[in-house]
């Protein structure tokens, strides 16, 4: 079977370049990502490739290869289902926030939404690719949903998680450790629908890369993978507490622990916790699936990972509490770097919206800097909290353009995310502006300690 037409429905962090990759690598496939959303579609189609709505390195080479040529961006979502022979669902499914399930279980409703669509557009036969990060047993929902329509359309059901990662996505999308495509494999039809997302991949991917499995075993090794790589951030993590009773290093326990080839070196970065809009929903998922089949015990040893990366982010704010003597009420603190990571613009369950909430609380004085996040969205962050009026978040919170002007006259300033600017600042320069005992506290291990404190910063560092 020979894929022509591809549609996506969802424009976000992975449907974006995830769509830009495969056609700038299949010029012959047509591919239509579609979104409800005008105002990113309307980035998307922006005229300068820089201000599409992703900020990711690489990223606006490969679009501005493909956009116009074989990639489109689109409100229309009836006509891109219409059109396609193939179709990604690569939309949110965030945690949900009501009824059973609150707070743990995965939100549905818009995969099923975007089921509903399919069924009730689509003409001709479509293979339907899962590409959001989804329960174990999804497709069987999707398959109802679609084989109830009662048109005659014949729909084959694939996984195929993604496993990009913000930040480096274009590499990941390019060079991927291996593509899992999940398929009724058991079938002549989803052998065939199987094969045909293989040769998609494979225009770039070399085959030994392309793994293909059932598609229960698919949906569940996504969440799988989120869960053991966050686990070891929060087994460092434990361990930066222990090492800064102990006078170990955690950074000197991460390599010699990395350097045993059966544990690898990588996911070993001890930092003021782990955030991004994944990790916590996917273990979230994963503790309600396990404790809805009645396996508590697997459903605990999980939800240990997001209990240690609370304590993670608490513990830091406490510390900056505690080593400004006891109080930060009325005093400035600079915040460095409000993304989950470097080299990204999202935001989502940032280690550094905890710490200000927790900072705010003691009265704190807040100044944001980063380098590639919205002002709106910071606030917007703070708000979705709901710990205190809106108002209020917009009269303790300033968001200011430059690192220069954040640390000025500060109490403390706290580096929240490993932009690599912040490694070049001038420290010399920004000791002087600040107020004495200048305090320091770095959320990840991104300062060298004897420079800083040659300088007379008094350094805190996450893990020493
Ligand atoms: P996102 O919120 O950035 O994008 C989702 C988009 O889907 C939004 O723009 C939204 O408007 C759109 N949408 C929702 N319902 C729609 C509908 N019915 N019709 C058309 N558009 C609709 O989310 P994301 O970060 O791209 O994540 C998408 C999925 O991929 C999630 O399941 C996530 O777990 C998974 N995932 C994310 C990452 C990542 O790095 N962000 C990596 C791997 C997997
Ligand atoms: C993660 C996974 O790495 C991807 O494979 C997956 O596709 C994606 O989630 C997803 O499903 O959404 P992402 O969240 O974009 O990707 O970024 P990571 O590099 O995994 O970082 C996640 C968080 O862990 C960040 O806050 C990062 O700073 C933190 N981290 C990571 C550490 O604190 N230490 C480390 O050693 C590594």
Known sequence: MNIKNICCIGAGYVGGPTMAVIAQ?????????????????????????????????????VVKEARGRNLFFSTDVDAAIDK???????????????????????????????????????????????????PVRTAEALKNILDNTGNGVNYQILSNPEFLAEGTAVDDLMNPDRVLIGGDIDTAKGKE???????????????ERLLTTNVWSSELSKLTANAFLAQRVSSINAMSELCEKTGADVNEVSKAVGMDSRIGAKFLKSSVGFGGSCFQKDILNLVYISKSFGLHE???????VIIMNDHQKRRFAAKIVQTLFNTVSGKKIAL?????????????????????DYLLNEQAEIVVYDPKVKTEQIYADLDYLNTRSSEENRARVTVVDGAYEATKDAHAVAVLTEWDEFKELDWQ???????????LFDGRRLLERKTKEDIGFEFYAIGS
């Open 193 to 207: 629908a199987v094969d045909a997302l293989v040769d998609v991949y494979a225009h770039w991917v070399p085959r």
């Open 84 to 134: 396609a022979d193939m179709i990604f669902i690569s939309v949110n499914t965030p945690t949900k926030t009501y009824g059973i399930g609150k707070g743990m279980a995965a939100d549905l409703k818009f995969i099923e939404l975007c089921a509903r669509q399919i069924a009730r557009v689509a003409k001709d036969d479509k293979i339907v690719v899962e590409k959001s990060t989804l």
């Open 429 to 439: 320069k920004i000791y002087k502006e600040m107020l004495k005992p200048a305090f």
């Open 25 to 61: 690598k299949c010029p012959e496939i047509n591919v239509t990502v579609v979104d409800i959303n005008e105002e990113r579609i309307k980035a998307w189609n922006d005229e300068n490739v820089e201000n599409i709505p992703i900020y990711e390195p690489g990223l606006p080479e």
């Open 298 to 304: 697997v459903a605990d040893y999980l939800e240990q």
């Open 336 to 356: 460095l770097g409000w993304a989950f990571k470097k080299d990204t613009n999202d935001t989502r369950e940032s280690a550094a919206i905890y710490v200000a």
